[in-house]
């Protein structure tokens, strides 16, 4: 499991505000930083692949762990 | 000229249902590093008041879930709007999903830019003291300006 230097609880939150919120928490950050995201809701699954892949921050990676969903988000 | 995509949406219809897309839509593509704009008009500027007081109706839909079946001429009583809305309300925020007001401010952050169309607050007799702050007022050019050089582009 990557270090991560902030984390991020958005179980419970609905689309799209896991994603919103992850921006809002990415830009605190610095270039290489990773933040850690716990979710409840599936289909963040994807929208977390889309998110990165549209913005160039790196999924580094996207787990599930007992109904809930973990993603770690390098800083672009 | 900026590499970054640019989103165009006109948001036309005032009700708590439909109030979602644009915001839900403007959001995250500002998120996602696109310059966005929304138009307002008709219906839609009541999106734009300080104070949202939007409802939500089943008459003429169908396809609305309901927890019973209740005929179409009882929808229309008296009260059942302001019960459907309040019922739609308490499910949202049961599921985790945004308040309307949450979705609007984090687009204002997100700088997401708002027209509302003056026509339709001329026509409406709208005060625009009600609308909130950092608006712009414009026209259709004003709109075209923006949307002719926009990569997606929605009507809703």
């Known amino acids: 499991m990557p ?8 179980s419970g939150l609905n689309c799209p505000l896991p994603i919103l919120r992850a921006k809002k928490m990415l ?19 994807k929208d977390f692949d889309a998110f990165a892949n549209q913005t160039g921050n790196k999924l580094l990676e996207s787990t599930e762990e007992g109904g809930k969903y973990l993603f770690f988000i390098e800083k672009k | 000229m900026s590499d970054e995509k640019k989103l165009a949406i006109i948001a036309t219809k005032g009700s708590l ?37 939007l409802q939500v109706t089943s008459l003429g839909n169908p396809a609305m879930p ?6 179409v001429f009882m ?30 401010d984090l687009s204002i952050e997100a700088e997401v830019k708002m027209v509302a169309c003056q026509m339709t607050v001329d026509l409406f007799e709208f005060d ?8 712009e007022y414009g026209g259709a050019a004003t709109f075209f ?12």
Do not use: H
């Open chain 2, 66 to 71: 309901m927890p019973m079946p209740v005929p």
């Open chain 2, 17 to 53: 249902d439909w109030a979602y897309p644009p915001f839900i839509l403007a959001s995250t593509a500002a998120a996602l590093g696109y310059d966005t704009q929304i138009f307002f008009t008709f219906y839609g500027l009541a999106l734009l008041k300080k104070k949202l007081n």
């Open chain 2, 145 to 156: 300006e923006f949307a002719g050089e926009s990569d997606v582009c929605l009507y809703i």
């Open chain 2, 128 to 135: 625009t003291k009600d609308f909130i702050d950092g608006i």
């Open chain 1, 3 to 10: 270090d991560f230097a902030q984390e991020l609880d958005a």
């Open chain 2, 75 to 104: 929808q229309a009583m008296p009260g059942m709007q302001a019960m459907m809305t309040s019922m739609m309300k308490k499910k949202m925020k049961s599921k985790g999903v945004a308040s309307l007001e949450e979705l609007r």
């Open chain 1, 27 to 45: 830009k605190g950050l610095e270039t290489g930083q990773v933040l850690r995201i716990v979710a409840t809701d599936p289909g963040s699954v």
